[in-house]
């Protein structure tokens, strides 16, 4: 019986007679029940270059010219089999691999929590769309996907946002890890370099099953590349400038395969650096940064077993707009209605008070085993330290000493069994524990603005999955304990230790209908809670980076969240369309509230925020549209919209994203000897004013404002290079999102190039 037989669906993104920039993308299944068979090797003998599927069977081939190729596909088991496969558009294979399980010992995926969930809405950023985007923070990267936007603190510092939600209402996981550190603040931006990514992927539903407490918004994976294990040594460079801040970053990447043992490994390392930028009629003083990062990973694939160790350092610098901190209340009234900030100073790169630093390392060692021909059992152990301080604008020598010196540690251990499809049949089953400690380092000379605490936190999951011809349907269920330990001195003097214990059930299910060749349409149901930060019980006083005054409450109670999605898609020939819609009802929904009052303290006056809880109701829609009419032209059209309402007061919630529009002109001219392609693309981003804000915000909503990007690109095999400018026409605006809105403009033109070079 042969070994390797193929089916082929031809699906153009940006149809061209010769097209010379294609992409041959598709799964490898087992050819006996649908699994995914990870690692097969994928290799076109014309060019002479392969790839490797993921975890999940994915591969992907890139750079091809219209043609007829020979490909060739190889799985430990399996002898090698050829196909010769005419390619005249972008086309989409599903590969299936017939072994016999008493010649094999398979090779099974066990990267559950980045496997792809059948009913969830999510979109994915990897392979060509993740290169172009090189030199971008994470959250400017991840406004690429759909219903996907960014709160920032100024310039330099955002984070993203997903259908309105935040900060610890999402999850990030990354390389299978829960990301863990200071993330409380609007100003704290995920410490996470976005160079170790090879895939980025959103999950819009509530996923308060499958990855735990805190998921009320959804999940961001951060996927690296699966590791080499062919021999030899490859790698790339990249590098990016820009002229807003007069820097860029510069980044690069070395792997390889250990022989044929199995045995592969990687290293990351990047360096960016901007200077002040600049709105379009002056310069945003201290608004530069510094960021620095570093990965290594090494890791192990057999026929039973698989090894991987993984380690990452983060550190950067920010700079926060100096003109935020104001003297007197006189001064801070003045300047927030102020057209222009009352500091400003000559172009520079130093980064000087108020500024923040923060440091983080992860460290990851997972194994698993196949036990039988069903059950995998995986078992993952991280830690994380990570390191905050933060500047303000001090007298004499104490300029230097921080005014918030946090740390905190976390240790996860996670222990699973999942089974491959019987009877139709996929799932698996959990536990997981996590220790937290953060504390205060002493040396600052101020009352911490949150106390040292402990939490403990332990789960148990479960999830099935039932595969059909037409059809999926999954359902889960999961149970969390926390407990929380403050240690914080109370209004009189008192060192005071209360402990608090929190716990709950969530449930999801939804499923997958394939109604037509082209279409298919998916829906999830899930729930997910979240219990009070400390931060959100206990702040009392200036958090210096946000350059407000912060006041929690004691008395706050747990989210709980239900959320349901639902999402219609066509794939046709020439055009593809994606419309999802959402609901989602909070009850116990915490956010920060400006108050409409101001205070002077002995470093300056400042607004007042303070932390509420209601009950809020979420609703909003996503829709994506692309078209392909041929001669290289494609169009891509985007548009969010989001509502939140405060359902005890009648009132609109804080800090919900505006609608607002995207759309991408794209031509593309291949050189059909060369491999070359020329692209040239045109962007413009839409933004409508905030019309549903709350009457005790310390200003109006901003005007919507239209910015316009423009690139051109030469992409050559093995290389890239990059020519292009965001805000062209250097208009003046305000973001709505952006917590210094209240005494800057957003950033002006910028223009920027950069290259790439693969070897």
């Known amino acids: ?105 398979p090779v099974t995926a066990t990267a559950y929590r980045v496997e792809e969930t059948a009913s969830q809405t999510r979109g994915e950023l990897d392979g060509t769309a993740l290169k172009r985007l090189a030199g971008r923070s994470l959250a400017q990267m991840l406004t690429r996907i759909n219903g996907v936007r960014m709160v920032q603190t100024g310039p330099g510092i955002q984070k993203p946002v997903i259908h309105g939600l935040y900060g610890s209402r999402i999850l990030i996981i990354q390389n299978d890890v829960r990301q863990e550190g200071q993330q409380w603040g609007v100003d704290h931006a995920p410490e996470i370099d976005p160079t170790v990514a090879g895939r980025l992927v959103v999950i819009k539903g509530a996923e308060g099953v499958r990855y735990g407490p805190d998921a009320l918004g959804g999940v961001i994976l951060i996927a690296p590349d699966p590791l080499p294990r062919t021999p030899g040594t490859g790698g790339s460079v990249q590098s990016e400038f820009q002229t807003n801040g007069w820097g860029g970053k510069l980044a690069a990447t070395l792997q390889g395969g250990i022989g044929h043992t199995g045995w592969g ?83 520079g790169y130093d980064v000087i008070n108020p500024r ?5 390392h992860l460290a990851k060692a997972e194994a698993s085993r196949r036990v039988d021909d069903l059950w995998t059992l995986k078992s993952r152990l991280s830690f994380q330290a990570d390191d905050r301080q ?54 600052t000379g101020t009352r911490p603005l949150i106390p040292n605490f402990i939490t403990a936190t332990a789960s148990v999951f479960t999830v099935e999955r039932y595969l059909a011809d037409d059809w999926e349907w999954e359902a889960g269920g999961r149970y969390d304990f926390r407990y929380l330990e403050v240690s914080r001195i109370d209004k009189n003097g008192q060192l005071v230790a209360p ?59 747990v989210e709980k969240a239900i959320k349901g999605v ?95 529009f995207f759309q991408e002109l794209t031509w593309e001219k291949p050189g059909v000897k060369s491999g070359h392609l020329w692209r040239v693309a045109l962007s413009a981003r839409h933004v409508l004013r905030q019309d549903r804000s709350p009457s005790s915000d310390f200003q109006p909503a901003p005007s919507g404002f239209t910015l316009l990007s423009a690139s051109a690109a030469l992409e050559m095999p093995g290389s890239r290079i990059t020519i292009g400018a965001d805000n062209l026409l250097n208009n003046t605006y305000r973001e709505y999102l952006d917590r210094l809105r209240y005494f800057a403009d957003g950033p002006g033109i910028s223009a920027y190039t950069k290259w790439t070079i693969d070897f």
């Not at 923040?356 to 983080?360: A, E, F, L, P, Y």
């Not at 946090?406 to 220790?435: F, M, N, Y």
């Open 566 to 660: 639902t999402t219609i898609r066509f794939a046709g020939q020439h055009t593809s369309l994606e419309l999802s819609g959402f609901v989602q009802r909070i009850g116990g929904y915490i956010y920060l509230r400006p108050v409409a009052e101001y205070a002077l303290t002995i470093r300056g006056a400042f607004p007042v925020f303070r932390y509420v809880q209601t009950d809020a109701l979420l609703t909003g829609a996503d829709l994506q549209l692309q078209w392909a009419p041929g001669g290289g032209w494609s169009w891509t059209g985007q548009a969010s919209l989001v509502r939140a309402d405060d359902l005890r007061s009648d009132e609109y919630l804080f800090g919900i994203p505006p609608v607002q």
């Open 390 to 443: 933060e500047y303000d604008i001090r007298r004499g020598d104490r300029d230097d000493r921080p005014a918030l010196d946090l740390r905190i540690l976390t240790t996860q251990w996670e222990l699973s069994a999942e089974h491959r499809p019987w009877r139709h049949w996929k799932g698996a089953a959990g536990i997981s524990v996590q220790h937290q400690t953060n504390y205060n380092l002493p040396g």
């Open 356 to 360: 923040q630093k923060v440091w983080h």
């Open 1 to 105: 019986m042969p070994c390797f037989w193929v089916w082929a669906l031809f699906l153009p993104v940006a149809a061209s007679a010769q097209d010379c920039r294609l992409t041959v993308t598709g799964r490898v299944l087992d050819a006996h029940d649908g699994t995914p068979l990870p690692f097969t090797t994928v290799y076109v003998a014309e060019t002479g270059k392969g790839t490797m599927a993921d975890t999940s069977g994915r591969f992907v081939l890139e750079s091809l010219c219209a043609g007829t190729y020979t490909l060739e596909a190889s799985h430990v088991g399996c002898d090698p089999e050829r196909m010769v496969l005419h390619v005249d558009r972008d086309t989409v294979l599903v590969v299936f691999l017939e072994h016999h399980i008493e010649l094999l010992d």
């Open 499 to 557: 402990a608090y214990r929190f716990s709950n059930i969530n449930f999801s299910t939804g499923g997958l209908w394939r109604f037509a060749p082209r279409w298919s349409l998916l829906g999830n149901v899930g729930t997910a809670f979240r219990p009070p930060g400390v931060n959100e019980l206990f702040s009392q006083g200036l958090h210096h980076a946000s350059a407000a005054i912060e006041e929690g409450n004691d008395r706050l109670k």
């Open 265 to 347: 490994w990687r290293t990351t390392g990047s360096v960016r650096i901007l200077g002040d930028q600049r709105a379009p009629a002056y310069i945003l003083s201290n608004t530069g940064l510094r960021e620095w990062g570093w990965s290594g990973q090494a890791g192990y694939t057999g026929n039973r077993h698989t090894l991987d160790v993984y380690y990452s350092f983060y550190a950067g610098e920010f700079g926060i707009l100096r003109a935020a901190h104001i003297g007197n209340l006189t001064d801070l009234e003045t300047a927030i209605n102020a057209p222009e900030p009352w500091y400003q100073r000559p172009f």
